[in-house]
């Protein structure tokens, strides 16, 4: 499975959005993690942003089995059940 991660800019993180990725590679050994970009083939794309304003651009990015915004640490749980599903 390929899963495309895009970070918002990071202005205002309200948590350690590297740590998401961290314990994404962690809990998907089997995964590509690559980095999102419009237009790239992707099962999965995550957009972390780190506050509720979610500015990050995500135009153009997408994945085959859908994407998931990220707006807070809590939300991972969700995001890991969505891709084990997949």
């Not at 304003?53 to 990220?70: E, P």
Request: glycine content about 12%.
């Amino acid at each position: 499975m390929k899963i495309g991660i895009k970070y918002c800019g990071g202005c205002n993180p309200r948590y350690d959005r590297t740590d998401i990725v961290r314990r994404l590679r962690g809990d998907m050994p089997g995964a590509e993690i690559v980095s999102a970009v419009p237009g790239a083939e992707l099962d999965y794309a995550v957009i972390v942003c780190g506050c509720t304003s979610a500015c990050a651009d995500a135009d153009g990015i997408t994945g085959k089995h859908g994407r998931m915004l990220l707006t807070s640490g809590d939300a991972y749980e969700e995001l890991l059940e969505r891709l084990k599903q997949l």
